[in-house]
Structures are given as C-alpha cells and as structure tokens.
C-alpha cells in the first residue's frame, strides 16, 4: 500500500499542512532559528521529546480503535487529544485539518477499503466534530489498509517535510539545504517511530514549552506568511 501512504502523506493532500509552522515563524523572528544547524537541533529536540510523539502516538491509537471497531476508543483519543494541545493556535489547526481529512474521505472512496471495517460515515459520526488530525490520519491508514509501522513513519515524514518547508521560506534557506536536512532526519524518524509504537498509554507526554511559547507569540505576531 506504499501508493496510498503516499498520498495520504503528500503535502499536496487539501488539508492545509502547507500554512501552519507551529511556531516556528516566531522563532525565526526572534533570532532563535537562524540557520541549518539550529533549525535541525529544534526538530530532533521535537521527535525525541515534542508533542508530535504524542499526536503519533494518538494516531497509533485511532488506527487501533478501527481495525477493533471500537467506536467509543475513537471519540476518547479525540477529546484526549484536544484537551492535551497546549495552545488555541495548534488546538485549531488540528482541528482544521482534521475536519478537512476527514471530509476528503467522506467523499473519496477508497478501492482497498474494505467492508469488515466501520462504515467511513459512522466513523465521523463517533468521533464528531471536531476531528483531530491524527484522529483522521489513524482512520485514514486503516482504513486504507496501510501496515501500522509505515502509517506512523509516514505521519512523521509529512510533520518534518513541512516544517523544513517553512524553514526554508523563513530562514531562508536553499531547496538543496532543506533536503539535506530530511536526509539527516531519517534515522531520528526511524527511531521516533519504533518507540511510539511501544508507548503504553500512561507513559504518553511531552515536554513542548518551548513550542507552546512560540505558538502564543505567533498569534499576536504584528507580520505573518504562516496561518495563526
């Protein structure tokens, strides 16, 4: 199913990734990102101990809570979700792009979706509105019948490829230097993912101040290319 992983985690998916930089737009402005190196240290910092291990890690669950047609799991990994984003700007862009995905499988029919699986419809109507992304991306991958560890290390790929994206348009930095960077991060991806797949549901946390602060100052940056 590496077709449908593809797609599923192609920045050219109508969900808006592209807009958000999870403050990193603040961070570039203040002086604390300002080249490769201090950009590359930031996202390893993320994988090893940032919310995306989290959001991986709750979209793990989702997967989970289809394939076991456990309707009542999907709609407590959405409210955890919800209740552990740390800002209003990363609370609403989860949620936008949640209901996005969400409403693009709606109305995509999926050839490899099979009938044991709940119904796409009373799916949505279990997790409700709103959707968190990596709620939709968990019942995407299952969906969609992509194996568990690819679907997580797909998740990842697309959080970083659109993080050095902005990077690359903030800083600025070359085209070559931001697919440097992707190169560098595989093994931390890898790694990200094997011990997201073995977190067990109380060991879920994150220290993300850091990224908190800067998405509370990204809100009431005075100049933005970046959605808030």
Known sequence: MVLSLLQLASPGLP?????????????????????????????????CYGAIRTEAAVMVRAYSSVVNQDKQ??????AW?????????????????????????????????????????????????????????????????????????????SWASNLITAGVKLIPLGQTVGQQLLLHLHPHLGSAAEEILNLEDDALSSCGWGRALASMTHETQYTRLFRS
């Open 73 to 78: 799991a999907l709609s407590y990994w959405n």
């Open 81 to 157: 979700t919800t209740a552990a984003c740390t800002t209003k700007e990363l609370r609403s862009q989860s949620w936008q792009m949640g209901n996005s995905l969400l409403q693009l499988l709606l109305k995509v029919q999926h050839p490899t979706a099979t009938s044991p699986l709940i119904a796409i419809e009373d799916l949505a109507e279990a997790v409700g509105t709103p959707c968190n992304y990596a709620i939709a991306f968990g019942i995407a991958a299952a969906y969609w019948q992509i194996p568990l560890w690819e679907a997580t290390l797909g998740y990842l790929h």
């Open 15 to 47: 969900i808006g990734a592209y807009s958000y930089s999870e403050g990193l737009e603040s961070l570039v402005e203040v002086g604390v990102i300002t080249q490769q190196d201090s950009l590359r240290q930031w996202l390893e910092q993320e994988l």
